[in-house]
């Protein structure tokens, strides 16, 4: 359980924030506008948090360890999760790139951003998902206490530099300010 602990509380703070999102998408849709302040506000997190805290985190340490491990990168879990990663960076991508014409009332523009929005949103509670349920229970089962040890070393290394402290910061403080405004609690 070890050494997928600290992934899966991140999982939680992701998903309270996509709460957040859904809600935020729907009135964007019912109001045909989008507020740039707010979007820009997810935006921050998903790059912040999910991207660079989470999935990071993901890629370059648990991934690695796990291929040494035995579990196949190419065609197995792994290389599915690595292509969603991939896709949840292009998503947030298109979605900052068309945030100031959407705000500025551009019909399109609008349009574009709450179907990447959507999309984002299911793509990521469906890749929560799978982590939670198959592939981290299979990286309990598979790693050994020195692998572990070796994980949780390599986390608070990474947790300890300076510039994670002061994003991770910022976007715990984003994600409490928009689960306060939306009133989204824990999932
Ligand atoms: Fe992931
Ligand atoms: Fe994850």
């Known amino acids: ?38 979007f820009e506000k997810f935006v921050e997190f998903f790059r912040g948090f999910a991207d660079r805290c989470h999935h990071c985190k993901e ?11 035995g579990i196949p990168k190419e065609g197995g879990p792994i290389g599915c999760m690595l292509a969603e990663h991939e896709q949840a960076r292009a998503y947030v991508a298109s979605i900052a790139e068309r945030l100031e014409p959407a705000a500025g009332g551009d019909a399109a523009a609008i349009q574009f951003v709450l ?7 299911d793509l990521l509670r ?46 715990r403080a984003v994600a409490g300010e928009l689960a306060d405004r939306y009133g989204v609690g824990a999932p």
């Open 59 to 69: 890629e370059d340490r648990l991934f690695p360890v796990l291929v040494s491990a």
């Open 115 to 121: 179907d990447q929005g959507e999309l984002y949103l």
């Open 1 to 38: 359980m070890e050494a997928t602990r600290c992934l899966r509380e991140e999982h939680q703070v992701i998903l309270r924030v996509l709460g957040c999102f859904e809600i935020a998408l729907r009135e964007a849709r019912e109001a045909d506008a989008v507020d740039l302040a707010t």
């Open 126 to 171: 469906a890749h929560i998902a799978k982590e939670d349920n198959i592939l981290f229970n299979m990286a309990d089962g598979v790693l050994d206490g020195p692998a572990v040890e070796g994980l949780a070393r390599a986390y608070g290394e990474e947790q300890a530099a300076p510039e994670y402290c002061r994003n991770l910061e910022r976007c």
